[in-house]
Every structure is written in structure tokens, then in C-alpha cells.
């Protein structure tokens, strides 16, 4: 009967360790990176893309709430949706811009592919106040097909007191379009 409260002591300490150790909310259920795992590892063919856009996707970082509360931290999460049922969507660019407009920090090295219907998420932890009240990503994104229409916004998350509150962004996008330029008949 001892060994079997040892056991149960045994168990019930492991997991109260194991419930301290913060967990990367990043990380897939391989353990690895989530972009990371979503890089491609051949390029693709610039002739095949027939979609490409920039998205500023607004993000809060903190928010003033009061005077007894000036500065309130927030989590935020970065969400990337393709909305197709049929094609890919490529992420060639995840940059992370502070309030001051400065590059804070590039989250992809390489495209990453999402398979239709796929969405990644990408945490920025609340202790993370690197990017400031007006922080802001810049997404590149392509596809095959001209009629794709991904959805890409970002979700605050915060806690003041007993409550807690959330609110979301939408990208938009801020490609400039090459002008039309009329041929002048001689």
C-alpha cells in the first residue's frame, strides 16, 4: 500500500511540474516551429502565380486603459486563413514592425504553403513588448489563381482584474497597382 501512495505522490508531482513549464504556444504538436514546418522546399514558378498582395495587418501590443493602468499588455495572435477549397496559398513574408516603424522582426526565411482551407496561427506573447501600441505585420502573399481571397487579421488578447477582453484586426491590402498607361495612337 506505501508504494502505491509513493506512486500516486510519484505522479501527481510530475504533473504539477510539468504544468509549471510554460509551454510555447508556436510550437506544432511535432514540437517543431509552426512556420518553420510549413516552408517549401522548391521555389515556385514565378510564370504559375497569378495572385500576389501585400496585407498591413494591425497589431496592439498594449493599450492605454486608465489613469491608474496606462500601459496594459496584450497577447496577439497573427492568423492566416485560405479561404480556397482548391488552391494553395504562399507566404513569402512575415514582418514584424514596431510603433516607430522600424523592422522588430522577420518570422519566415523561406515561402511557406498553405493547402486549401489551411490557417496558421502565430502568438505574440503579451510579455513580448517589443512591438509597442502601433505595431503592425507586413504579409506577402501569391497563389495560382487570380480569384483567391485569404482572410489574414489578428486577435488581442488581454486581462484586466477578474475579466478579460479580446478584440480583432483585419488586414488590408496595400499593393500599389501599376498604372494603366494608354497606348497614343500616331
Known amino acids: 500500500m506505501k508504494n502505491f501512495f509513493k506512486n ?3 505522479i501527481f508531482i510530475l504533473i504539477m511540474f510539468n504544468a509549471c513549464i510554460k509551454q510555447d ?17 522548391n521555389p515556385i514558378d514565378k510564370e504559375e502565380i497569378h495572385y500576389k498582395d501585400v496585407i498591413y495587418v494591425p497589431i496592439y501590443s498594449d493599450i492605454y486603459i486608465d489613469t491608474a493602468n496606462p500601459q496594459h499588455l496584450l497577447s496577439a495572435t497573427l492568423s492566416i486563413r485560405n479561404t480556397s477549397f ?9 514582418d514584424y514592425y514596431n510603433t516607430e516603424g522600424s523592422l522588430a522582426r522577420q518570422y519566415i526565411d523561406n515561402t511557406i504553403s498553405l ?28 497563389a495560382k489563381n ?11 488578447i488581454g486581462k484586466l482584474s ?4 479580446s478584440f480583432l484586426t ?7 497597382k501599376k498604372p494603366v498607361i494608354d497606348k497614343v495612337k500616331d
Do not use: R
Open 115 to 142: 493547402n486549401p482551407m489551411e490557417t496558421v496561427n502565430y502568438v505574440i506573447e503579451k510579455e513580448d513588448a517589443i512591438g509597442g501600441s502601433g505595431a503592425n505585420f507586413i504579409v506577402e502573399i501569391s
Open 25 to 41: 504556444p508556436n510550437l506544432n504538436k511535432s514540437g517543431e516551429d509552426e512556420l518553420k514546418s510549413l516552408e517549401i522546399e
Open 86 to 94: 482548391t488552391d494553395s496559398l504562399y507566404v513569402s513574408k512575415i
Open 8 to 10: 500516486l505522490a510519484f
Open 146 to 156: 487570380s480569384q483567391i481571397k485569404p482572410l489574414i487579421q489578428a486577435i488581442m
Open 162 to 165: 477578474h475579466q478579460s477582453f
Open 170 to 176: 483585419d488586414g488590408y491590402s496595400i499593393k500599389t
